[in-house]
T-cell receptor, first 110, second 114 residues
Framework: QKEVEQNSGPLSVPEGAIASLNCTYS??????FFWYRQYSGKSPELIMF????GDKEDGRFTAQLNKASQYVSLLIRDSQPSDSATYLC??????????FGAGTILRVKS | DGGITQSPKYLFRKEGQNVTLSCEQN?????MYWYRQDPGQGLRLIYY???????QKGDIAEGYSVSREKKESFPLTVTSAQKNPTAFYLC?????????????FGEGSRLTVL
């Protein structure tokens, strides 16, 4: 089974700063990577996905993929208190399954 | 509106009882999934189904059972054999092969064993 590792945090950043969330994965053959956001007591929602090396930007969010080093990052620019949540990294596994990391808690302080 | 509906949102169970969690979707998605989430942990896959009348065990299937008699429905039964069932249960769906990473989740069902 593929493994997906994340620092559980909490990661605390001041409002307006850049939050950097990291994820490492065990399978060098993994091709796609997904970031989900989960507010406390709620269900996860997909916010970003990336398939190729480099950066992918969507609004204040940037996903960075480095296949050689087997890590994927999520950057949140101009962090807002509403970004405070748990961020889950996920990687597809053989058999059309999605494997999730344990998630990183982000706290944005105003 | 299209989406996934889970019920009940909160459920209390006595030890030794079986309970069934409902999951219905009107997204016309082929694949459906059940995940379990414990405090401070990620999501662990219980069962998944890629097509009607077919389903596969996930990583923690022991003590659980499912059925997929209709495309729209994927109920999960938590049996008395599940020794530690208190958790947050999430149902999800996707369009299937090629889009497996893009899951749509229901609001979840929180099960507590008394």
């Amino acid at each position: 089974q593929k493994e997906v590792e994340q620092n559980s945090g909490p990661l605390s950043v001041p409002e307006g700063a850049i939050a950097s969330l990291n994820c490492t994965y065990s399978d060098r053959g993994s091709q796609s990577f997904f970031w989900y956001r989960q507010y406390s007591g709620k269900s996860p929602e997909l916010i970003m996905f990336i398939y190729s090396n480099g950066d992918k930007e969507d609004g204040r969010f940037t996903a960075q993929l480095n296949k050689a080093s087997q890590y994927v990052s999520l950057l949140i620019r101009d962090s807002q208190p509403s970004d405070s949540a748990t961020y889950l990294c996920a990687v597809p596994e053989y058999g059309n399954k999605l494997v999730f990391g344990a998630g990183t808690i982000l706290r944005v302080k105003s | 509106d299209g989406g996934i509906t889970q019920s009940p949102k909160y459920l209390f169970r006595k030890e030794g009882q079986n309970v069934t969690l409902s999951c219905e979707q009107n997204l016309n998605h082929d694949a459906m999934y059940w995940y379990r989430q414990d405090p401070g942990q990620g999501l662990r896959l219980i069962y998944y189904s890629q097509i009607v009348n077919d389903f596969q065990k996930g990583d923690i299937a022991e003590g659980y059972s499912v059925s997929r008699e209709k495309k729209e429905s994927f109920p999960l039964t938590v049996t008395s054999a599940q020794k530690n069932p208190t958790a947050f249960y999430l149902c999800a769906s996707s369009t299937g092969t090629g889009r497996v990473g893009e899951l749509f989740f229901g609001e979840g069902s929180r099960l507590t064993v008394l």
